[in-house]
């Protein structure tokens, strides 16, 4: 089903003096391979952003379409090439100037969206969303979170992937959706392989750099075994991408042949255990509850349907956790043993091995500091700019998941928005998807689920913008489907004898 509801200002490529798709990507190929010899002779990262930029922003204003599909692929390699190009770090930018490309991307699909009316025939959900982004510029301000600074540097990680939600109530269509998912899918088995291949061979010589001067402790699971990132930055976007990679894989069974349909079952085998092996053990339970939730609405069931498959979802992980157990201890650098053993203390979630208790004061505090300072830190204080830009010893103050980090940077704003967003969001999404009853509707819900609780987490690059922009499809789907539901139907009235013509 196409959209139903054209943006209205949106016209022919022809009358806009748009290039066809083939000089487009010429413009992109040429530009690439000019980028790509500059960049291997000055071996910086400022280099190849100052060359990307303008080039992928000329992409957005004359091909935007194009531009959401190269983005996707930017944003999952964007680890793997700020690892392999030298010169990461930047005076200018006190930081990598690589991770600017992506938000001046979605920044300028914003505008472009903006342009053709993305604000135009804004539902609940749409105003909820216009809210909350009024409310990120604002405490960009806000002097607790340590100078302007903190707060625009916030802004990157928080705002800018929300911004791709008025993207997708406009640019996205049915075919750009789909060319996405496969996108996604393709990628996330590459990924997979290479993440496997660290855990059970070695990290080349750019990983093993990386994870020297990094000090990522996550990384490090004890026994001298060292997580797995895959091409991604970090090892919780690594699985979570390889959770949307599920998703992508399942949905695309939809419809398709019974030799693609095994095909894509194998593909999500493969994920699954890398994810297993990966051993983060939210995104098991976050894995299974998207497939359950995909489930439900493939057979649309009501709320407590919903719930009760969400339900068995979890206690069948937690069962088959139990089941498997694990060694009492595992040999010197083990990692399929060491990786297994921590996999399986999810049998356990309330045991002293597992972190969700943790987790669960974390974001009790931030919650509680959203009442105790009504007016929060700022947008910047719960992310990796505060720790970039704020020398104070307690400047970040993340707290792994949404709801405590709406508390403690938006106040009391955060604590009214986000689960107004987040309800609103997954009513849409479950919607959709039970509406559609197709790939594209699935896929959006299932990648609501498997990020569920992270959708303000702007550090999973390849991840979080994604999620807002088939949010923002998915809004949009609904109001048509409304409007399509409620259009008055044609009648026949009598003409003359013998004629009829059309009413509405």
């Not at 800018?160 to 996330?188: C, E, H, K, N, Q």
């Not at 498997?324 to 045991?351: E, F, K, V």
């Not at 405590?404 to 998807?433: D, E, K």
């Not at 949009?476 to 004629?499: F, K, M």
Request: hydrophobic share 50%.
């Amino acid at each position: 089903m196409s959209t139903l509801i054209p943006a209205p200002t949106q016209q022919p490529a022809e009358q806009q003096g748009a290039p066809s798709g083939g000089q487009t990507w010429l413009l992109i190929l040429v530009t690439a391979v000019v980028g790509g010899i500059v960049v291997s002779a000055a071996g910086t990262h400022t280099a190849l952003m100052l060359i990307l930029v303008p080039m992928l922003v000329t992409v957005a204003l004359l091909s935007p379409k194009s531009l959401l599909v190269l983005l996707v692929v930017w944003m999952t390699l964007l680890g793997l090439l700020r690892r392999l190009i030298p010169g990461g770090h930047s005076a200018v930018f006190s930081g990598d100037p690589m991770l600017i490309v992506g938000p001046a991307c979605i920044f300028f699909l914003f505008v472009v969206a903006m342009n053709r009316g993305a604000f135009h025939r804004r539902s609940a959900l749409a105003t909820t969303v216009l809210c909350f982004n009024v409310v990120c510029v604002l405490e960009a301000f806000n002097p607790a979170q340590g100078g302007t600074t903190v707060g625009l540097g916030g802004l990157l990680f928080v705002l800018v992937p929300m911004l791709m939600f008025w993207v997708g109530r406009v640019l996205l269509d049915d075919v750009d959706a789909r060319r996405i998912i496969w996108v996604v899918a393709v990628l996330s088995v590459a990924s997979a392989a290479y993440g496997l291949y660290q855990e059970f061979n070695h990290f080349p010589s750019w990983d093993a750099r990386w994870i020297a001067s990094s000090g990522y402790t996550a990384l490090n699971v004890g026994n001298g075994v060292v997580r797995a990132f895959g091409a991604s930055s970090s090892a919780q976007e690594y699985a979570t991408f390889l959770g949307l990679g599920v998703v992508a894989w399942l949905s695309l069974r939809r419809g398709a042949s019974r030799f693609r349909g095994l095909l894509a079952l194998c593909a999500a085998g493969f994920l699954a255990y890398a994810i297993y092996y990966e051993a983060q053990r939210t995104l098991l339970f976050l894995g299974v509850l998207a497939v359950g939730v995909m489930f439900a609405a493939r057979l649309r069931l009501r709320p407590f349907g919903v719930f009760l498959v969400a339900v068995l979802a979890i206690v069948g992980v937690v069962t088959f956790a139990h089941q498997l157990g694990g060694s009492s201890s595992c040999p010197p650098n083990d990692a399929a043993c060491t990786l297994a053993n921590r996999a399986n203390t999810a049998g356990d979630p309330l045991g002293q091995q597992s972190s969700l208790s943790g987790h669960i004061s974390e974001t009790r505090q931030g919650i509680k500091a959203g009442y105790q300072h009504p007016l929060g830190r700022g947008t910047g204080s719960t992310t990796l700019a505060a720790s970039r830009f704020n020398s104070s010893s307690r400047a970040s103050r993340g707290t792994e998941f949404d709801p405590g980090n709406a508390g403690t940077a938006f106040g009391i704003f955060g604590l009214v928005l986000y689960p107004m967003t987040l309800i609103l969001g997954l009513r849409a999404g479950y919607r959709v998807a039970v509406r559609r009853n197709d790939t594209i509707g699935l896929f959006a819900l299932g990648a609501m689920t498997v990020d569920l609780l992270q959708w303000l987490n702007g550090d999973l690059y390849s991840v979080t913008w994604l999620v807002w922009l088939f949010i923002g499809w998915a809004d949009l789907q609904n109001q048509a489907i409304d409007l399509a539901e409620t259009a008055p139907s044609p009648v026949l009235e009598p003409l003359a004898p013998g004629r009829r013509r059309w009413t509405s």
